[in-house]
């Protein structure tokens, strides 16, 4: 069955990094499109960006646009989200999602001083 496992979340300073990663399995992983989600308590669930199957299409939230860049590694069948200059609205549980249909359990990032 279809098998999402995220990790690399944790507590970060405003300004600092964090790679995020969702390690895939039970599906032909480099055939589908992947997408990162994020959550805040209080808010819904909100798109933070996408890679196509191939990895060479992505796209992102205007709200990272330019500091988070997804990625995917398909022998590894995982992807990844590199995320530069983090601000305390970033603070989140990050879900990877396969067509919406199949969630990870979710990894959680606070920025923070």
């Known amino acids: 069955q279809v098998q999402l496992v995220e990790s690399g979340g944790g507590l970060v300073q405003p300004g600092g990094s964090l790679r995020i990663s969702c390690a895939a399995s039970g599906f032909t992983f480099s055939s589908y499109e992947m997408s990162w989600y994020r959550q805040a308590p209080g808010k819904e669930r909100e798109l933070v960006a996408g890679?196509?199957?191939?990895?060479?299409?992505?796209n992102y939230a205007d709200s990272v646009k330019g500091r988070f860049t997804i990625s995917r590694d398909n022998a590894k069948k995982t992807m990844y989200l590199q995320m530069n200059s983090l601000k305390p609205e970033d603070t989140a549980v990050y879900y990877c999602?396969?067509?919406?249909?199949?969630w990870g359990q979710g990894t959680q990032v606070t920025v923070s001083s």
């Open positions: 999602t396969l067509q919406r249909k199949y």
């Open positions: 890679i196509s199957s191939s990895g060479w299409r992505t």
